[in-house]
C-alpha cells in the first residue's frame, strides 16, 4: 500500500482548517469550518471547546473525500497557542476555552510576574500564557478549578476526541506557561502556586512523536483509515516556522495573522524581554520569538467598524482589503504623515504592556480610509523592525532571511512596505498554508515519507517571490522609523492613567 499523503489540520483562533498534504509539500485537498468567538465582557476572550472537535471533524471529514484515504500515513495538528480549556472526569468542558487574547487576569500578572518565572518559562511577565488566567480561575472562579480532571490545550483536547487519550507535545503545552523550557517538562513550582497537579494535565510527547491512534468509531465517521497514526504537533507560531524551513539560526519567519508572530531557531535556551521562547519543531530546540498582538486583527477592526466598503453593493468581485489596498498604494510612504501605533491588543514584546492601547498620530483634514489603511500597514512593519532589530541584539544573531506567511502575505503593497521598512529582502512562502504544512512535516517524518524532520522542512518548503527595498523609499521610511521609535515612549504614562480613569478607583 503506497501511503504518501499526511493531514496537517489547524485549529485556530477563527476557524478549523484540514488539509491532505504530499511529500513535496503541495496541498491535494483541503476544507475548513470556522466557529465564533465570544466576548462576554471587555477584554474577555472566550470558545466552546467542543467547536473545535466539530469544526475538525467537519474540516477532516470534507478534505478527504476527494482523495484515497488508503494513502494517508498519519494525522498532526496545530492550533491556537496559550488559549485552554478545563474538563471534568467525563472530558466534558466544564466552562468556555479561555483564549490568548483574553486579558483578564491584570492582576495576577502584576503579583505573580516575577523574573523567576520568565526565567524558568521563558515567557516574560504577560496577558497571554494560561498559567495567569489559571490563577485568575482560582481567584474567582474555584468551584471550576475544583472540579477540574484536566487543564486541556487546543491539541490535547482534539487529541482526546480522536483517540480518547490525554496526551499532548511539550510544543503545545508550553505556550501555557507551565513547562520548565530547559528539562521540557511541567514545572511542580509553578503548578503548585497554581493549585494544580500533574495529573490534572495531559501526557507529554515530543513534537513528531506518535502519541495515539485514532478510534475505530472516529476513523469510520471521519473517512479515515483504521489505525491511523496521530502525530504530537506544536503551537501555531513554532509550526510556522518548521513550515516555512527556517530550521537554521539567522532564519526569521515572519507571520502575517490575526497577530504578528516572528521568530528564529536556536539549538540552546535563553531568555530576555526582547523575546519569548518556545520548543521549535525539531525536538530540543527552540523558537525565539517576537509578537505584535495586532495583525490582521487591526485591519479587520477598520473594515468592519470603519472602513463602509461594500465591494457587493458596488458589483465588485474584489475583497474590501483589495480596494482599501488598491487605494493605499497610490499613496506616498508615510500616508502624508499619519502614524499607527499598532498596540490594538496591547504591547508585547519588548514592553509586555498590557496597558498600552492602540494609537493613530498625526490627522489632519487631507486623511482618509485610505490614509488610515497604509498607515496601520507600516505602522505594523514598523514595529516588526523595531522587534526584529530587539532580538538581534539580544542573540547576537543577525536576521540573514525573513519568509513570510500567513493571510499578510499575499499583500503585494503590505510585502513590499515590509521589505521597506525592514531594509532586507522578503520572501513570500509558496504554500500560504505554511502553519499547517508544518505539522505535516511532523506526520511525515513521523511515517518515514522523509527520513527525518529537517529533511522533510527542506524537501516541503519553498518560497514563491522576493520583494526587495525600494531605494527610493528607504530613507523615507528610515527618518519615519525614528519618529515612530518616539511613539510609545511619549504615551506610555498616559494608557494606565485611561485605565485608572475608567476603573473608577
Known amino acids: ?266 539549538t540552546e535556551y535563553s531568555f530576555d524581554k526582547a523575546y519569548r521562547v518556545l520548543a521549535a519543531g525539531v525536538p530540543g530546540s527552540y523558537t525565539f520569538e517576537t509578537f505584535i498582538g495586532g495583525g490582521t486583527f487591526n485591519l479587520q477592526w477598520f473594515i468592519e467598524k470603519f472602513a463602509g466598503v461594500d465591494t457587493k453593493a458596488l458589483g465588485l468581485e474584489l475583497s474590501p482589503e483589495q480596494v482599501l489596498e488598491t487605494a493605499a498604494a497610490q499613496l506616498p510612504p508615510g500616508a502624508e504623515g499619519l502614524l499607527a501605533l499598532p498596540y490594538w491588543t496591547g504591547a508585547l514584546t519588548p514592553y509586555w504592556d498590557h496597558h498600552a492601547r492602540g494609537a493613530l498620530i498625526g490627522f489632519t483634514g487631507r486623511h482618509g480610509k485610505s490614509h488610515v489603511y497604509r498607515a496601520m500597514l507600516e505602522g505594523i512593519a514598523f514595529e516588526q523592525r523595531f522587534l526584529t532589530e530587539g532580538a538581534e541584539r539580544a542573540t547576537g544573531t543577525p536576521a540573514t532571511e525573513v519568509i513570510v506567511l500567513g493571510g499578510g502575505s499575499r499583500s503585494k503593497v503590505w510585502c513590499q512596505i515590509i521589505a521597506d521598512v525592514m531594509q532586507r529582502p522578503v520572501k513570500v512562502v509558496k504554500e500560504s498554508e505554511s502553519t499547517c504544512l508544518g505539522v505535516g512535516m511532523l506526520a511525515a517524518a513521523y511515517a518515514g515519507i522523509h527520513s527525518s524532520i529537517p529533511e522533510a522542512a527542506a524537501k516541503m518548503s519553498g518560497v514563491s517571490a522576493t520583494f526587495t527595498p525600494d531605494p527610493a523609499r528607504v530613507p523615507v521610511y528610515d527618518e519615519l522609523y525614528k519618529v515612530y521609535r518616539t511613539i510609545y515612549p511619549a504615551l506610555r504614562g498616559i494608557f494606565p492613567a485611561i485605565s485608572e480613569a475608567l476603573s473608577g478607583k
Not at 48 to 77: C, F, G, H, K, L
Request: charged share 20%; hydrophobic share 40%.
Open 1 to 266: 500500500m503506497n501511503t504518501d499523503l499526511v493531514i496537517g489540520v489547524d485549529s485556530s483562533t477563527t476557524g478549523a482548517k484540514a488539509v491532505v498534504w504530499n511529500a513535496q509539500g503541495e496541498a491535494i485537498s483541503q476544507a475548513r469550518s470556522n466557529y465564533p468567538l465570544s466576548t462576554p465582557h471587555p477584554g474577555w476572550g472566550e470558545q466552546n471547546a467542543e467547536d473545535w472537535w466539530e469544526a475538525t471533524a467537519n474540516s477532516v471529514r470534507r478534505a478527504v473525500q476527494t482523495v484515497d484515504s488508503s494513502r494517508i500515513a498519519a494525522i498532526a495538528i496545530t492550533h491556537q497557542r496559550e488559549t485552554f480549556v478545563c474538563v471534568d472526569k467525563e472530558d466534558n468542558p466544564l466552562r468556555p476555552a479561555m483564549l490568548w487574547l483574553d486579558s483578564r487576569a491584570v492582576e495576577e500578572v502584576e503579583k505573580y510576574g516575577t523574573t523567576e518565572v520568565h526565567r524558568i518559562t521563558g515567557k516574560p511577565a504577560n496577558l497571554t500564557p494560561a498559567w495567569y488566567k489559571l490563577l485568575w480561575l482560582a481567584e474567582h472562579e474555584p468551584e471550576i478549578i475544583a472540579r477540574t480532571a484536566k487543564v486541556a490545550d487546543v491539541q490535547a483536547f482534539l487529541v482526546n476526541r480522536l483517540t480518547g487519550d490525554w496526551v499532548t507535545s511539550y510544543g503545545s503545552a508550553d505556550p501555557m506557561g507551565v513547562i520548565d523550557m530547559e528539562t521540557l517538562d511541567y514545572s511542580d513550582e509553578l503548578l503548585k502556586i497554581a493549585g494544580l497537579r500533574r495529573d490534572q494535565f495531559s501526557r507529554l510527547a515530543a513534537p513528531g512523536e506518535k502519541i495515539g491512534t485514532i478510534s475505530d468509531a472516529i476513523a469510520e465517521d471521519l473517512g479515515l483509515p483504521k489505525g491511523l497514526p496521530v502525530v504530537a504537533g506544536l503551537g501555531d507560531g513554532q509550526a510556522a516556522q518548521l513550515g516555512t524551513g527556517g530550521i537554521n539560526p539567522g532564519n526569521y519567519y515572519l507571520n502575517l495573522g490575526s497577530g504578528i508572530v516572528s521568530g528564529t531557531y536556536s
